[in-house]
């Protein structure tokens, strides 16, 4: 009889723990594809350009070792924290790898899932700021008992400010409060042709719910870390490129395929009505193909959502018979006794 009691209690307390542990997305999912986010910016996002950094004799002895340098910029009334980081390859590398959205998983720590979802092309004018492109990426970033989705909106300005800034698409609701980042890219001041100096700064705003070892992570590791993984993989890239004997040869590159837009605008009018008919619809099919798998994602979400709620109510329909099946188990015992 105690042993039973026991085994009511245990599955009452596995259950209590299905049901409201806090740091589990398995029932609860904040991110959605479908409806807008609490707000439409709280952090400051950055400008594109030079960020005016100077690097004294220390900053570029760490530099020449092969290791970040970190450092602060303004920001309104405080600062941001800001890490350069040499790359023994030339920029349109370097950019090839931090453009590659769809492969972060592969190369960019605690992602486990990266995917663009729209993208929009600019010609770039005086009044845009000289906007080339903006890419639209959903993200997910995995740690232990925690995985959060966040919605990522890519502004382009590799042509005129060597730039790509961001913040979170608005039109989605994200598991970050807010986030806006930074990278500037240019050649080497000693060996332009061969290697790159990278700029990087990022600022999350996280929700109280977060656990505090994720805020850390992505507050103040994460600096080092995105520096590290583009610098690793360029490396290898460019490595791989000279072993080929691809150096200079023409390849397609995000630096590339941002020229050849930039010229498009210089072709004869029927031609280039044409071109960009067939880039609309270039588009529209990628949008389209990118709805269907979200809509795909959001049905496999609902069945999870479905198998997990009938799986807790087995388990409360189990610790309900239990209790019921004592309880007729105690009167019964009584009965006996009194007769």
């Not at 023409?250 to 280039?272: D, N, V, Y």
Request: hydrophobic residues 35%; contains cysteine; positive net charge.
């Amino acid at each position: 009889m105690r042993g039973l009691m026991n085994i009511t209690r245990l599955v009452f307390i596995v259950t209590s723990c299905v049901v409201v542990h806090p740091s589990s997305n398995f029932y609860v999912q904040a991110s959605n594809f479908n409806k807008p986010h609490s707000h439409t910016g709280k952090v400051e996002p950055f400008q594109p350009g030079d960020p005016n950094v100077k690097l004294d004799g220390k900053a570029k002895s760490i530099l020449r070792s092969g290791k970040p340098y970190q450092t602060q910029v303004q920001s309104g009334d405080g600062g941001r924290g800001l890490v350069v980081q040499d790359v023994d390859a030339p920029t349109h590398i370097v950019w090839d790898r931090i453009l590659d959205y769809d492969n972060y998983s592969n190369m960019v720590p605690k992602t486990v899932e990266s995917k663009n979802y729209k993208i929009i092309q600019h010609k770039p004018t005086k009044a845009n700021n000289f906007l080339e492109k903006e890419i639209y990426t959903r993200m997910k970033v995995g740690f232990p008992m925690l995985k959060l989705e966040f919605f990522v909106r890519h502004f382009l300005y590799l042509q005129h400010h060597k730039s790509l800034t961001w913040t979170l698409d608005y039109t989605k609701e994200s598991d970050f409060d807010d986030s806006c980042g930074y990278w500037y890219c240019i050649p080497h001041p000693e060996n332009p042709e061969e290697r790159t100096r990278l700029y990087y700064s990022v600022q999350v705003g996280m929700f109280d719910w977060v656990p505090s070892f994720v805020v850390d992570f992505m507050s103040k590791k994460a600096l080092t870390d995105a520096t590290a993984w583009v610098k690793k993989y360029s490396e290898i890239e460019w490595a791989k490129a000279k072993k080929e004997g691809k150096t200079t040869a023409q390849t397609t590159t995000a630096a590339q395929t941002s020229q050849r837009r930039e010229s498009m605008f210089a072709l004869p009018f029927g031609k280039r009505k044409r071109d960009e008919e067939e880039e609309r619809l270039a588009r529209e099919a990628e949008e389209k193909l990118a709805l269907k798998q979200e809509a795909e994602a959001e049905k496999r979400r609902s069945l999870v959502m479905i198998r997990a709620g009938w799986r807790r109510y087995l388990l409360v329909s189990i610790v309900l018979a239990l209790a019921v099946y004592n309880v007729a188990l105690f009167f019964g015992d009584n009965h006996e006794k009194i007769q």
